[in-house]
Nanobody
Framework: QVQLVESGGGLVQPGGSLRLSCAAS????????MAWYRQAPGKQRELVATITTGGRTDYVDSVKGRFTISRDNAKNSVNLQMNSLKPEDTAVYYC?????????WGQGTQVTVSS
């Protein structure tokens, strides 16, 4: 069974940092483009960052310079380092894996930025 399991969410003050991790089944990770999405209350799900199998990255403008996506091929995992967090970053963050034939979502992890 193909699975994505996120971890690392929580409550942080504005200006703080969090690191999200997503562990993927080995069967999908090696051929999947990986991404992080987020969904704030009352808003549509938004693509935050992507990383290809070759390591090419892309970010939504609102997080450029603050967030970094990376993949650890030895651990079949993808990470999202989030720095200089703002209240508007508050959302449920979802890991996503996409291959030519499959799209898989994680269960989501809550990130709350508040003083």
């Amino acid at each position: 069974q193909v699975q994505l399991v996120e971890s690392g969410g929580g409550l942080v003050q504005p200006g703080g940092s969090l690191r999200l991790s997503c562990a993927a089944s080995r069967s999908i990770f090696s051929t999947a483009a990986m991404a992080w999405y987020r969904q704030a209350p009352g808003k549509q799900r938004e693509l935050v960052a992507t990383i290809t199998t070759g390591g090419r990255t892309d970010y939504v403008d609102s997080v450029k310079g603050r967030f970094t996506i990376s993949r650890d091929n030895a651990k079949n995992s993808v990470n999202l380092q989030m720095n200089s967090l703002k209240p508007e970053d508050t959302a449920v963050y979802y890991c996503n894996a996409k291959t030519n034939i499959l799209v898989v979502w994680g269960q989501g992890t809550q990130v709350t930025v508040s003083s």
